[in-house]
């Protein structure tokens, strides 16, 4: 038999009505003959109170006390959705994390997925089950609870859905697909009907939060279809599988953003290319994203981070002075990123150039600019934030009346 992963994000079941109306997704997939395996987030904006409860008590908390805290609010939706479906005559049964089998590394707050045990939910679907488990969470080895980060049940709905080899992952969400950039930041932008796991994945690093990065990683892993939907309209959404085409060329498929950038210095640092190498270590070790830049002349060490990593990334700084040498930091908040996304980008230097002469016209001041082959990045001022991503979106072609005129 077949079997449906349905993902639920926060907005989508973020009342007791919503939760019933998923409730009526779930049945109506039931009764197409699937087995189905549901995996919820936290009711609205759950998770964000929860972390605003912990500033009354400490301003250091425990990794430990944070994650057991943070994943009380998916064990709240699995269970209302289980009765849910139950006082609608479907059997269901609720899962946490670690009852699903989910188990993680220890990088608690940011924890990967290592392996997944999935004998109970065969067991349970075996019996006839809707089986809801909560997202974002799994156990350690040493039987901690820990969370996936931020957006974490994307990957917890990808990830299971590789382990018992579904059909399909749904993830229905509060917009109606993948867009060419944020469509509640830019209006004008284009809706796309598909994509490859790669595009999506590059979109995904690069700021697209509508999906997790990791679960595009885990999907492709296994060739598991993506189908990113709307909770709320019945709309054909994104469907996300296969290769991308590789003919050399290069488009710009999107323009994404991360808003809140931070950025660290070191100056002074006695070796400062061991320093780099320490250093990527250090936050690889945590799971943490950093672009790193050495002005070996200068013998500065520089960091581009999010700025919810900040704290974490001082305080390794400040743990490891004595090894690293460096004589003083300087940190700047307030800075964005922005990027145009696509392939071969190195090989096609005319993107990185408009990029900069776009930015430029509308007095927008880049502080930096680097390439890879997915993309090209310039770091600003966050108060240029809105100017820089709808003048490379109409800039680079992706507005809706354009990308119509180009299927006409
Ligand atoms: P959920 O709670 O369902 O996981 P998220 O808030 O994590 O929902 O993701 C959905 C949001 O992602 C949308 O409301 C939208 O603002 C944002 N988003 C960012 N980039 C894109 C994009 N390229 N396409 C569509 N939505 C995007
Ligand atoms: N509840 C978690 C968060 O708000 C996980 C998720 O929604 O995916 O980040
Ligand atoms: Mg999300």
Known sequence: MSIIVQKFGGTSVGSTEKIKRMADRVIQEKKKGHDVVVVVSAMGKTTDTLVKLVSDITTKPSKREMDMLLSTGEQVTISLLSMALQQQGTEAISFTGWQAGIQTDSVLGNAHIQSIETRRIREELGHGKVVVVAGFQGVTEDGNISTLGR???????????????????????????????????????????????????????????????????????????????SSFENVRGTFIHGMAKQNGSSTVI??????????????????????????????????????????????????????????????????????????????????????????????????????????????????????????????IEKSHIQTAVECLHTGFGLDYENMMKATV
């Open 151 to 229: 957006g974490g049940s994307d990957i917890t709905a990808a990830a299971l859905a590789s382990a018992i080899k579904a059909d399909r992952c749904d993830i229905y969400t509060d917009v109606d697909g993948v867009y060419t950039s944020d469509p509640r930041f830019v209006p004008k932008a284009s809706k796309i009907n598909s994509l490859s796991y790669d595009d999506m994945q590059n979109l995904a690093v690069m700021g697209a939060g509508v999906l997790h990065p990791r679960a595009v990683k885990h999907a492709k892993k296994f060739g598991i279809p993506l189908y990113i939907k």
């Open 254 to 379: 999107g323009v994404t953003f991360e808003k809140d950038i931070s950025r660290i210095e070191m100056f002074d640092c006695e070796d400062v290319e061991g320093f780099r190498e320490g250093m990527m270590c250090e936050l690889a070790s945590r799971h943490i994203q950093a672009d790193v830049y050495t002005q070996s002349c200068r013998n500065i060490l520089s960091l581009l981070i999010k700025e919810q990593d900040l704290q974490e990334v001082l305080f390794v700084l400040e743990k490891e002075r004595d090894r690293w040498k460096y004589s003083r930091i300087e940190q700047r908040s307030n800075l964005s990123k922005v990027s145009a996304i696509g392939r071969n980008m190195k090989a096609h230097p005319e993107i990185k150039i408009g990029m900069c002469k776009m930015l430029l016209e509308n007095a927008v001041r880049v502080k930096l600019i680097g390439e890879s082959s997915i993309s090209v990045t310039a770091v």
